[in-house]
């Protein structure tokens, strides 16, 4: 009687070493990480607050560029935006790595399965800004809610809203242009997912989905987050910030060339006559342009400061840039396969629509 008592209880006392030296080992870790973060941030503080210094020096100094002259313009903006957005790129997606690691698409479906519409729609709004989200996803992440049994209006008013309301596009608004123009788009970006979805749901297009989807079976499991170390998700901040910023750093580079560009060469006047308030086609055009165009926020906002530096009409900016970003033709072609032509039609044909009223009524106001 006494040797089996005696032997849990031995069991018991070895385990709780063994767990107290795993818990000393993962907070030394997380010690070593906080330490090693604080350390960046001061790094990344300094070589932030020398840009536009190195920037002149280089464009007036090293390369002996004359001031006021059209290429100096445009090569002391290239200097000086390229390593503030991509700085400001890899400190938005390093702390965007470690909130989404609460938010998995597993998780995401899981809420929204059963929600009602309207209540539902804006949930999907929201919960597409922190959700992780790209072309290349679309059709599983489609496929995924609508077998889960998301509504297909609900499921479009994420598939709009990640894209398009994402919040490395939000911080960089910010940083670029204050709260006031971030505060604005992320409203209006949320308030076209709403009401697209809202539409598409009211117009029971269910029939339009490819049927093989319906077919498919509901997927179960996925990995849950809720236990992830602090340390953890430290990592997956990193991860996501040499994954993400590994693959966009050529399309912002190649966005602020183009900004450099326009912000060099191309005239006040011609830019405000084509893109200013007085032409009342501005807005369809730039909706119209920005479709077939394949870039993401970080590439593309670089584009929308030079063109706001040249005269061109907010409201008309960004219609282009929610094109760009929430209407591209890449996405169209990737959800063909889930979707019919008409859907497809009708789903570009609301958030369009959308679009254009943001952009009139923001040329209106501002």
């Not at 090569?75 to 991509?86: C, G, R, S």
């Not at 939000?170 to 204050?178: A, K, M, P, T």
């Not at 990995?223 to 340390?231: F, P, V, Y």
């Not at 926020?297 to 929308?304: D, K, L, Q, R």
Request: proline share 4%; charged share 15%; with cysteine.
């Amino acid at each position: 009687m006494s040797v089996s008592v005696g032997e849990p209880v031995t069991e018991a006392a070895r385990a709780r070493p063994a767990g107290r030296g795993a818990a000393k080992r993962r907070d030394a870790r997380l010690a070593r990480y906080l330490a090693a973060c604080a350390a960046a941030c001061v790094i990344w503080a300094v070589v932030y607050a020398m840009l536009s210094s190195a920037a002149a020096w280089l464009t007036y100094d090293a390369l002996g560029l004359a001031r006021g002259s059209r290429r100096s313009a445009a090569v002391a903006f290239f200097a000086f935006e390229a390593p503030k957005v991509l700085m400001l790129l890899v400190l938005v997606v390093f702390g965007v790595g470690i909130v989404r690691s609460f938010f998995t698409p597993e998780r995401t479906r899981r809420v929204l399965a059963g929600r009602r519409e309207s209540a539902g729609n804006v949930l999907a709004a929201l919960l597409g800004i922190v959700t992780p989200f790209c072309s290349c996803s679309a059709v599983p992440l489609f496929i995924g809610f609508v077998t889960a049994g998301v509504p297909l209006g609900v499921t479009f008013s994420f598939l709009v809203s990640a894209p398009m309301v994402n919040e490395v596009a939000l911080v960089l608004l910010f940083g670029l242009f204050g709260w006031k123009v971030a505060a604005l788009y992320a409203g209006t970006g949320v308030l076209i997912a709403v009401t697209a979805g809202w539409t598409i749901g009211r117009l029971h297009l269910e029939r339009h989905v490819e049927e093989w989807v319906f077919a498919v079976p509901a997927g179960g499991g996925g990995l849950e987050d809720d236990r992830l170390a602090w340390a953890d998700r430290i990592e997956a901040g990193w991860r996501a910030m040499t994954d993400i910023v590994g693959r966009v750093w050529p399309y912002v580079l190649a966005g602020i060339a183009v900004g450099a560009g326009i912000h060099g060469y191309v005239p006040e006047q011609f830019m405000a006559s084509i893109m200013g308030k007085g032409a009342w086609w501005s807005v369809p055009a730039a909706v119209l342009i920005g479709i077939p165009m394949y870039s993401n926020a970080a590439g593309i906002i670089p584009v929308v400061q030079a063109l706001l530096e040249k005269g061109a009409a907010l409201g008309t900016v960004l219609a282009f840039m929610m094109a760009v970003i929430g209407l591209s033709l890449p996405e169209a072609i990737i959800l063909r396969r889930v979707l019919k032509p008409t859907l497809i039609a009708v789903f570009v044909g609301v958030v369009g629509a959308g679009i254009l009223v943001v952009g009139y009524v923001f040329n209106v106001l501002f």
